[in-house]
């Protein structure tokens, strides 16, 4: 069970990249390239945020879980070993609802409208780009549940070995949790503001 849910954290972490990639190359690059600017700098900023960067912590921490063998207790080290790396996630996440806005106000322009769609269609993608763009905020959040699996079922609930996936649940335990906070505390801004 342990080396199925192991499995399933790489093959997902691997899906995951390929999403991000796709965000990144094939509408951020072509956004960047396009000889018009068709957005402006700051929608652009919003609407991506620092995806770049968390596209670039997936895919090293994708090419260090695939050398782990599908050992379980590797898998844990690569996550407490890259514990302060997942703070980018914390900024995503604080600009998500930004993003939303901008994607909300890009949708409203036939010019943008038409050219994510075309992105869309070039990349045989099902989902709008809005849904690639909630990727992280569900990824971050499902780290820490993955790891719990693994500490559940695995064999010696004692040793070095258990203490390290638990310190690797704990580590992503504490970033989801931050997440969550900080998300609470925007919806409470809003009500607020409201």
Known sequence: YVERVVLELVESERTYARD??????????KIID?????????????????????????SNLLQNLDSCDNDPVAVAVCFVTRSQEFDIYTQYCNNYPNSVAALTECMRNKQQ???????????RHALPLGAYLLKPVQRILKYHLLLQEIAKHFEHKSGDDYEVVVEAIDTM?????????????????????V
């Open 20 to 29: 991000l990639r796709s965000i990144v190359e094939g509408y951020l690059g």
């Open 34 to 58: 396009a000889e018009e600017p068709l957005l402006r700098p700051e929608q652009v900023r919003a609407l991506f945020g620092n995806i770049e960067d968390i596209y670039e912590l997936s």
């Open 113 to 123: 409208a038409k050219f994510f769609r075309e992105c869309q269609e070039q990349m």
């Open 173 to 193: 335990t504490c970033v989801a949790w931050y997440i969550n906070d900080m998300k609470r505390k925007h919806e409470h801004a809003i009500r607020q503001q």
